[in-house]
C-alpha cells in the first residue's frame, strides 16, 4: 500500500493542470507495482519454484493510498528448467515455446497523464467546428508510445529477452489522472532479428498459428485519433435521430476519423519495413 503524500499530491495536481504526462503519479504507481512484483518472487524463491505463469497485477485505491496486488501460479518442472515469469495463462505458455519463444518475465510499462485546463480549452472550443481535434490525438498518440517505450525498456534490462509478447493493454481512471498500463512477457526467441525488441499484442494462439505461415512480429502499432462533428454536425445529427434511416454525418465523421488512424498505422508499418 503506498501514498503519494501531501506534496506529491500539489505536484501532481500542478502538472495535471498543464497536461502531458504527471511523472509523480507515473513514478508512484511504477514502484508500488515493482515492490508488489519483487515480494512476489521472493516468495518464489523460497517455495523453489521454477516459474510463475499467469501474472496479473491489480491497482485498487483505499482512501487515499492505493493498494497494488500481483498474483501468478508457481510451478515446478524438471530439474534444470530456468526460472521465468510469463504473464500468459497455461494454454498461452504453451504456444509461446511451442512456436519458439522460450518465456523470461513479466514486464509492464506505465504512464500517467492529463489533457489538461489549456488542452482541454483549446479541445473545447475545436469541438465547435468538424474535424480532428489535435490536441487530444497528440496527448493519447504520446502516452500510448511512451507506455510501449517502457515496457520495451524494462525488457531490454530482462536477461536475453529479445521480443515482448501477449501485451495487453489498459487505460484507467486514477486520482484525477488517466494511467495507461501495459503488460506483457519478455521471451527470447532465437529466431528473430538480433538487437532489435520485438513488440506483439497477437494471443499464444494466433502467435503460434503466425509462426506455422512462415511470419514473425515486428512491433505493435498503435494510433489515436479524436474527432469531432461540431456544434451544426452536432445539431443535423440530432434531428436526424429522430427519423429513420442514416445519419450521414455521423457515418462520414466515423469513416474519415478511422482512414486517418489507419493511415498512421501503415505509414509506421511502411518505416519499419513490414511485410504485412
Keep these: ?97 511451442d512456436a519458439g519463444y522460450q518465456p523470461v518475465s513479466f514486464v509492464f510499462g506505465n504512464i500517467a497523464y492529463s489533457v489538461g485546463i489549456v488542452g482541454g480549452l483549446f479541445g473545447a472550443m475545436k469541438t465547435l467546428a468538424r474535424g480532428e481535434i489535435r490536441e487530444f490525438s497528440d496527448i493519447f498518440n504520446e502516452t500510448r508510445h511512451a507506455a510501449l517505450a517502457r515496457i520495451v525498456d524494462q525488457a531490454r534490462q530482462a536477461k536475453s529477452a529479445n521480443a515482448v509478447v501477449g501485451i495487453r493493454t489498459m487505460v484507467t481512471e486514477f486520482v484525477g489522472a488517466h494511467e495507461m498500463y501495459m503488460t506483457g512477457t519478455a521471451v527470447h526467441n532465437p529466431a528473430l532479428r538480433a538487437g532489435e525488441i520485438v513488440t506483439s499484442d497477437l494471443t499464444g494462439e494466433e502467435l503460434w498459428s503466425l509462426t506455422q505461415l512462415g511470419y514473425a512480429p515486428v512491433k505493435l502499432l498503435i494510433s489515436t485519433s479524436v474527432y469531432s462533428l461540431g456544434f451544426v454536425g452536432g445539431v443535423k445529427a440530432a434531428l436526424k435521430g429522430f427519423s429513420k434511416g442514416e445519419i450521414s454525418d455521423l457515418t462520414t465523421l466515423i469513416y474519415d476519423a478511422r482512414e486517418n488512424v489507419f493511415s498512421r498505422i501503415e505509414s509506421e508499418a511502411e518505416q519499419l519495413g513490414a511485410d504485412e
Design 1 to 97: 500500500v503506498q501514498s503519494m503524500g501531501f506534496l506529491g499530491s500539489i505536484g501532481s495536481a500542478f502538472r495535471g493542470a498543464v497536461g502531458g504526462e504527471i511523472p509523480a503519479i507515473t513514478e508512484m504507481i511504477h514502484a508500488g507495482r515493482e515492490r508488489a512484483l519483487d515480494r512476489m518472487l521472493d516468495d518464489c524463491k523460497q517455495l523453489g519454484v521454477h516459474g510463475v505463469v499467469g501474472v496479473d497485477s491489480e491497482l485498487r485505491q483505499l482512501a487515499g493510498n492505493a493498494e497494488f496486488l500481483f498474483t501468478g501460479s508457481g510451478v515446478t518442472g524438471e530439474s534444470g528448467t530456468h526460472s521465468f515469469t510469463s504473464a500468459g495463462d497455461a494454454q498461452e505458455l504453451y504456444c509461446h515455446w
